[in-house]
């Protein structure tokens, strides 16, 4: 079954979790089965399941609220195997979709384990379930620097960036007058598994371009008085 499910167009986490529900079934198919080979009466012995299973239920209803959510999660697919989501604090690339849980990746190689009815009944954030992302970037310069100079820099640096994408277009604005900085609003879209090249580059590009045209990125300043009495 598996290795048919594989060759077929389902999502890997729809396999994976389908794949543990069949084994728990097929297992207890099983023990059945070896009870009836005893002589062991099984209709009466049904009966008994059944009625433990209600009670059982009630005790786990954790557990029920978990297995539930797993098969809303392979319904409504808010995320699939091998996309990377953010959930309460914790991120990472989901790996598979048990009947319980669902185990994510992070960054640096930790598994984490989550179950299935917090996922659903949270908020998360699906980073990859779209083609492209936008990268928010804000740029401070110093009150003396010449703002459309800056501008035109960010400008040159998204029209030469071959992986930033001409539309929806790249944004250059004057955000914030701060304190002690003109803060500059630099938007621009790539794809979505460029996401984190792209925006390394732009931070070094900018650097390195302001530094050529003389524009500065200046430290927080504080006056202070002193007051004698």
């Known amino acids: 079954m598996k290795k048919a499910l594989g060759k077929s167009k389902i999502d890997p986490a729809a396999i994976t979790f389908i794949y543990s529900v069949v ?12 009870i009836a ?6 209709a009466a012995l049904l009966t008994a399941i059944g009625a433990a299973t209600v009670t059982i239920g009630l005790a786990l209803q954790d557990t029920m ?21 953010q959930f309460e604090g914790l991120e990472g690339t989901v790996d598979k979709i048990m009947i319980t849980n669902t185990y994510l990746i992070t960054i640096d190689n930790k598994e984490v384990i989550i179950p299935n009815s917090r996922l659903t009944n949270n908020n998360l954030i699906n980073y990859t379930s779209q083609d492209m992302r936008r990268i928010d970037l804000v740029f401070k310069i110093d009150y003396s620097n010449d703002i459309k100079l800056a501008k035109k820099v960010l400008s040159d640096i998204a029209e030469s960036e071959d992986r930033i994408l001409k539309s929806p277009e790249p944004i250059v604005g004057v955000l914030e007058q701060g304190n002690s900085s003109i ?22 590009q900018t650097k390195i371009e302001f530094d050529k045209n003389g524009i500065t990125i200046p430290f927080e300043q504080i006056d202070v008085h002193l007051k004698k009495d």
């Open 65 to 85: 609220k978990n297995v539930a959510s797993g098969v809303m999660i392979i319904i409504n697919k808010p995320f699939k195997a091998g996309e990377y989501i």
């Open 37 to 42: 080979q005893l002589g062991v009466n099984v």
């Open 23 to 34: 084994l728990c079934a097929l297992r207890i198919f099983i023990i059945i089965s070896a």
């Open 183 to 204: 803060g500059i609003a630099f938007r621009v879209w790539c794809k979505t598994e460029e996401y984190w090249n792209v925006y390394f580059d732009l931070q070094e």
